[in-house]
Nanobody, 127 residues
Framework: QVHLVESGGGLVQAGGSLRLSCAAS????????MGWFRQAPGKEREFVAA????????YYTRPVKGRFTISRDNAKNSVYLQMNSLTPEDTAVYYC????????????????????WGQGTQVTVSS
């Protein structure tokens, strides 16, 4: 498993932006497909975005498509989530996750596939 540490969360007003970062260590980061998940109070954890090992493929849950952008820098062992036009409905703890895969282009939205998880970072959007 790769060790993951998120950062960049905080309090922002509706309409604002945040950029989450996730730093990986301990394993070869470029061998991992990566994803972002979130969990709002009283709700189950949900998929937000995923990116393939090469970065060529990405996928987003519908509520964030067009507002959020996932990216990665394999040279820096990092994955990012740029979040724009935030709404109070985006308030949640955001988790970075990864799984080892031979494919450089495939990704998954299934959280049970991910075997490495960060500790989470809180994002709060005020109205």
């Amino acid at each position: 498993q790769v060790h993951l540490v998120e950062s960049g969360g905080g309090l922002v007003q509706a309409g604002g932006s945040l950029r989450l970062s996730c730093a990986a260590s301990g394993r070869t980061f470029s061998n991992y497909a990566m994803g972002w998940f979130r969990q709002a109070p009283g709700k189950e954890r949900e998929f937000v975005a995923a990116i393939s090992r090469s970065g060529v493929n990405t996928y987003y849950t519908r509520p964030v498509k067009g507002r959020f952008t996932i990216s990665r820098d394999n040279a820096k062992n990092s994955v990012y989530l740029q979040m724009n036009s935030l709404t109070p409905e985006d308030t949640a703890v955001y988790y970075c996750a990864g799984y080892l895969t031979d494919s450089t282009t495939r990704l998954t939205i299934e959280d049970r596939t991910y075997d490495s998880w960060g500790q989470g970072t809180q994002v709060t959007v005020s109205s």
